[in-house]
């Protein structure tokens, strides 16, 4: 690890201006950025700490019914939040996967998203309950889709000086849910060789009304996978159904074989996680599902 | 910053204020090992992985490898140092000995700060929720069922003599 | 002395046999314990090691200027600073010797690097920081050379040869050219070839197991301090501390009488901590600065060539029996890959891997390789759990072919004491019958599986281990207040403490809070081999018999002085000598009153040395019941019974906590731990997330059940216990997912993706 300085940047404005100081990285909860230093991967000149900003530290509901996460905000305090305990079912699944109770105590909703892993847990279940980033840089505020914040494997799309503030999620339709699952050979303490997320919506005949379906570990960067979302929107919410989408969303994935599992592996895997995924929405839903 | 330059750190550890000099890139693990002289917390892997270096922080566990010593300020540290009271061991560590839950005892002083970070929150946890709490620490010596033993007989005494309170 | 034959050691149970706790139990949950990385010094420098990034490679020059240089370095070693140990150089340890070579080789590189990971050179600076810091400036230009990395490479023909003095040994006409192949091993008996082509049923598997690791939680760590006169003290966490004094000695050829090793608390050895890695570098670098040096490896180096993992091995097992099922054969073909420096030749683990059954042909062939991997060492058992993957599951396909129930195609065909061994010799006492019978009448065997969302498989396997004897020596003196003090001369890796305690207590007749057992430094107490091949309980409860004994009677002596009677009348029970006649007010005296009234007539100063104790050989049986999630692969172990006779239990918690441990550690090889070499040599998953030992998740409780078959001539009737149960682990796993998805996963670990392509395939 390298000699660097160690800042609190108390306020928005602060950590904007920090942010501009080439070497700079922020820091949250460390638990990517830490492990990244002692490798000698990443050699900050400057870490910023920005977990006491106030924007970045709270849950808030939003004024028309949503929910407003700060970046900051670590696993465990989001996994026993009751709002998304009970309507972003598969973010709270996804957020009580990271590392150990011990990572989950400190890693952030902002540092699994701005690490920008294709492996993430969080993220699949982010995007597919539609997630905004609200993004503050040196020339204000902008806020865009989650999915769009993803530029390659640890990259993201943020320019020099800009920081995630938080992560906006819209109330869900009256009758939905999601869920995230992921395949690890270790029941925890794992990284995902893939994750699969899943969100629908259904009408009073069962008929899927909005769907939405986020992979890990499948490309790059995290994906939507289109071809499975339209293969479930105005279908019966069936077993038929859901099996069609599974295998829709094996061409939505272009993944590569690496130390954690083979391509061919993990086409397989996409297969099971989005069925299984669809079968725990449904059960969420209360939905008696046939063949 | 040059590589021999030190920082002055506070940190607050079982109950008492210090102030001490480091190296700018000491983490907690490092603090307390290193320029406190607090060995009980011991370090298996430095990345988080192994769970070996389990501390609470501000009543939490979190692993103290994965903390950078200047984050430590305002923090409320707990390690397994500050467990025992006047000579009177916490249940779950009197547990572990009667229950042969430690063999080489690497693990140990993390697996117990796990443990007393679930028994703060739940005082009657099932196998299940035990297993799930110290999943983040690795034990290589036990098969971790003597473990899993000893923190649900430790939540029976602490039931116990809390009512008889 | 007692002749042991004629104790009834049965009798001996008010200490032994209980499940005391573990009298150095309260500083470990204290935190109070100390290991070699707990430790500081005034002065103390620390030291970091700079490692190979070729998996081979010569080193042409190794420039220490510029980090010499670095504020806070102290000083630098190379291979340069170290005595140079000729190839074949050994040194009198364990049965057949070590090769001293080696343990140099793996302390530091000499011209050529054989490994990733491999040290080049050893700063001590100031802080931990700068070492690593100086680490950066340390130029070594290497000159690259092709790396052979697996088996099938190292044997290929036309494959580079590593090294350039390693002549295949056991060949017939004797091989002349360098080769990878250290050594090829032949056990033969009638004629195995024909009695498979003519068995009514036979069945052969061909496996492939991947390097795996020991994963001990404490990364390897010494401190050294050399005073002005030469002396060295070097605090380790070693297996073996007279064992580390020689290694140590040879490495910087000092006379072993300037050297002191004081063994600390060790976080986990499991074999993997018997050679040294980095104690002579520390010597050294003390000497040169005269400030005590301390190194602790960082888990990535532990895992990245600092240390020695087990071998990764291809056997394939070919068996056949007639239609009654009696075995007629065993066929086997034994490659094991001994990592970057030639290993132990296979024979020891061949004869293992088929001394449970008695067949009458035999025809054992093994191969120990060179790779540029990191050089294997110990890991419980070594080569067992290996070998056992490839045999039991050979076993069950027999099994399954003959329609016959595997334990009784067991007892069928059960090696017993008196047996003719693969090696041709008499089997010593062993109770695998009596095994058997507890297995097929307990409940883990006759209740139902159950019913799972997907198949499930009960597998049945058998694991053997010979172990060792080797010497143990200890020293017992009298407390001024009457208790014995024992001082061991070996380390404690396993509760040794404990069970020899118990057994002073039990000698004395005394309770376990009234005796002191301490590891004893190299100078303190003489020789003894180290904690290894489950043989430190037994030789040392032997040593401690011996010196109980002679204290016992000089006590007995000086208690017949001070009561004025014959000692040879006096009768002695729980730290009393009494007169005749004592029961009628007669004459008695305590331990401590006598030791009270004769403390400065001279010191009770006893020794028991053991040493060619007889075997006492260990068997287990092992039931796993398993769900295979047949979309994903993932195996589920859902129930787990280990059976194991271990002669005598000192203390059952122990003996469950070797044998819980022990399967928990092949449960993880068995299914997810897996050394993931690239083709340059580097090891991609050197962490403990990607390395992946289990959790509390991924595990049931281990129901161990102990079973007690004395060996004769044993004091206790002691075993082995601590490396026989991982060895059924993965046959036994194995056994249990072929059953439940039809179709056999022949590689370990049996990874998701693994059973997944087997589910696939059937
Ligand atoms: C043992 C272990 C197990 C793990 N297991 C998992 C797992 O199962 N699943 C999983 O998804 N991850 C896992 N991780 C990775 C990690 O814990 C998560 O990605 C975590 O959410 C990161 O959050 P953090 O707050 O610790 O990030 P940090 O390390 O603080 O930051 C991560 C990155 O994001 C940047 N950053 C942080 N906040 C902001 C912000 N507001 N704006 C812009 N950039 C920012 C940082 O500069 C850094 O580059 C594991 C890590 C460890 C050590
Ligand atoms: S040392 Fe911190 S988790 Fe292993
Ligand atoms: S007791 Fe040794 S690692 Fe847990």
Partial sequence: ?291 | ?165 | MNDPGQIDWSQKNSVVGKPLPRVDAGERVEGTAKYPADMALPGMLHAKTLRSPHAHAKIKSIDTMKAAALAGVKAIVTSGDFHDVPVGATIPMGEAGYDMWMVSVINIARDKVFWVGQPVAVVAATDPHIAEAALALIDVEYEALPAVMSIDAAMAPGAPAIHKHVITTGLEPPAQVPSNVCSRSVIERGNADDAISSAAASAAIDTTIDTGHQGYIEPQAMLAQVDSNGFAMVWAATQGQHTTELMISRMLDRPQSRIKVVPVEIGGGFGGKISIHGEAACVLLSEMTGRPVKMVMSREEVFQGGSGPPAAARHRIEVAAEADGTLTAIKGLYRQDCGGLPGLPPSLMMQASAALYQAPNLHLEGYDVVTNKPRTEAYRGPGGIQAYFAMEQAMDSLCQKLDMDPVEFRKKNAAVTGSTMPIGTPFPSIGLTTILDAVSKHDCWTSPLGEGAFPRGRGFGLGYWRGTSMTSACHISISGDGRPMVTMGSADISGTRTTMAQVAAEQFELSIDDVLVTMGDTKSVGYSDGAAGSRLARTMAAAIVEASDKALAELRTRAGRLLQTEPQTLTYERGVFRAPGAAQGGASISLAEIMQATLTDGAILETGVSTKLPLGVEVAAHVADVEVDTDTGQVTVLRYTAFQDVGRALNPTAVEGQIEGSVVQGLGWALTESFDYGDDGRLRNASMLDFRMPTALDVPPVEAVIIETPVPDVPYGLRGVGEVPIVPVGGCVANAVARAIGARVPQMPMTPERVLKAVKGR
Wanted: charged share 20%.
């Fill in chain 2, 1 to 165: 910053m040059s590589s021999s330059q030190k920082v002055v750190v506070t940190c607050r550890v079982n109950g008492e204020d210090h102030t001490v000099l480091a190296d700018p890139r000491d983490t907690l693990l490092e603090l307390l090992r290193d320029r406190l002289e607090m060995t009980g917390t011991k370090e298996g892997c430095g990345n988080g992985n192994c769970g070996s270096c389990t501390v609470l922080a501000d009543g939490v566990a979190v692993c103290a490898c994965l903390v950078l010593a200047g984050e430590t300020d305002g923090l409320e540290i707990t390690t397994v140092e500050g467990l025992t009271a006047n000579g009177t061991r916490h249940p779950v560590q009197q547990a572990l000995i009667e229950h042969g839950g430690t063999q080489c005892g690497f693990c140990t002083p993390g697996i117990i700060m796990s443990a007393v970070a679930l028994l703060n929150e739940k005082s009657k946890p099932t196998d299940a929720e035990i297993r799930h709490a110290i999943a983040g620490n690795i034990c290589r010596c036990t098969g971790y069922e003597k473990i899993v033993r000893a923190i649900s007989s430790a939540a029976e005494t602490s039931a116990t003599a809390r009512a008889e309170v």
């Fill in chain 1, 1 to 291: 690890m390298n000699p660097y300085n160690y800042q609190k940047a108390a306020t928005l404005a602060d950590a904007v201006a920090a942010r501009g100081q080439p070497g700079t990285f922020l820091l949250a909860g460390g638990t990517d950025l830490i492990a990244q230093m002692k490798s000698g991967h990443r050699a900050p000149v400057n870490v910023v700490d920005v977990k006491s900003i106030p924007e970045l530290a709270s849950v808030q509901a939003t004024g028309d019914g949503g929910l407003e996460i700060g970046a900051a905000v670590c696993a465990s305090k989001l996994a026993q939040n009751d709002t998304i305990r009970q309507q972003h079912a598969g973010l709270h699944d996804s957020v009580q996967l990271i590392g150990s109770l011990q990572i989950q105590n400190r890693a952030s909703i902002g540092g699994n998203v701005c690490n920008a892993a294709p492996s993430a847990d969080a993220v699949p279940a982010l995007i597919v309950d539609a997630a905004q980033a609200r993004i503050a840089g040196p020339k204000g505020e902008r806020t865009i889709a989650l999915e769009d914040l993803f530029a390659g494997p640890g990259r993201t799309t943020l320019s020099e000086g800009e920081l995630l503030v938080s992560i906006v999620l819209p109330k869900p339709d009256e009758r939905s849910a999601s869920a995230y699952l992921r395949f690890t050979p270790r029941r925890e303490m794992d990284i995902a060789v893939v994750g699969a997320a899943a969100r629908i919506s259904v009408d009073g005949n069962n008929n899927i009304t909005g769907a939405r379906v986020s992979l890990a570990s499948v490309a790059p960067t995290p994906i939507r996978a289109p071809a499975a979302e339209a293969a479930l929107v105005g279908a019966p919410a069936s077993g038929a159904t859901f099996a069609a989408a599974a295998i829709a969303a094996q061409t939505d994935a272009t993944p590569i074989s690496d130390i954690r599992g083979s391509a061919e592996y993990r086409r397989e895997l996409i297969a099971v996680l989005v069925r299984r995924a669809l079968e725990q929405c449904a059960v969420r839903l209360n939905l008696e599902i046939s063949q």
